[in-house]
């Protein structure tokens, strides 16, 4: 079984960052659309093979064999990790990237994202059946509890 582990770190008034971890080492920076993130949970990860997104990367990349999609999300489907600068790019998936710049208090952006996602993608991809996501909550949602 594989863990890759959403632990969020920062949040401002757009967007959640988080450093993603695979079987507890680094490996890349993830963004969310604050008023989309996902819900704190255990969810499994899985590869699809169909929709426009798929076929996008699948013309990009020619190591591409489905998008990393997150199943189980209460009231939610289609979530997948891609590449994002941007928490505008995001609709309720995970953006990633190599590192994040942040500016007066805000997230501005994840840079290198293309590079962040094909080293995401390589680790999941050895163990995709068996791999799941833990999303931790955000620093904001503890200091209310």
Not at 9 to 20: G, K, L, N, P, Q
Not at 35 to 64: C, N, Q
């Amino acid at each position: 079984m594989s863990i890759i582990t959403l632990f969020r770190y920062y949040e401002d008034e757009f967007s959640t960052a988080s450093i993603i971890l695979f079987n507890g080492k680094f490996v890349c920076y993830g963004l969310e659309n604050k008023v989309r993130k996902i819900s704190p949970g255990l969810f499994k990860i899985t590869l699809r093979k169909a929709g426009k997104m798929h076929e996008d990367y699948k013309r990009k990349f020619s190591w591409h064999e489905g998008m990393l999609e997150l199943k189980g999300v209460p009231n939610r489907s289609c979530i997948y990790f891609h590449i994002a600068n941007y928490f505008q790019e995001l609709k309720g998936c995970i953006g990633v990237g190599t590192n994040p710049i942040h500016d007066e208090n805000l997230l501005k952006m994840l840079t290198h994202s293309k590079v962040a996602y094909k080293k995401l993608y390589e680790f999941v991809l050895e163990d995709v059946k068996n791999c799941l996501l833990y999303t931790s909550p955000s620093p904001r949602d503890l200091s209310t509890s």
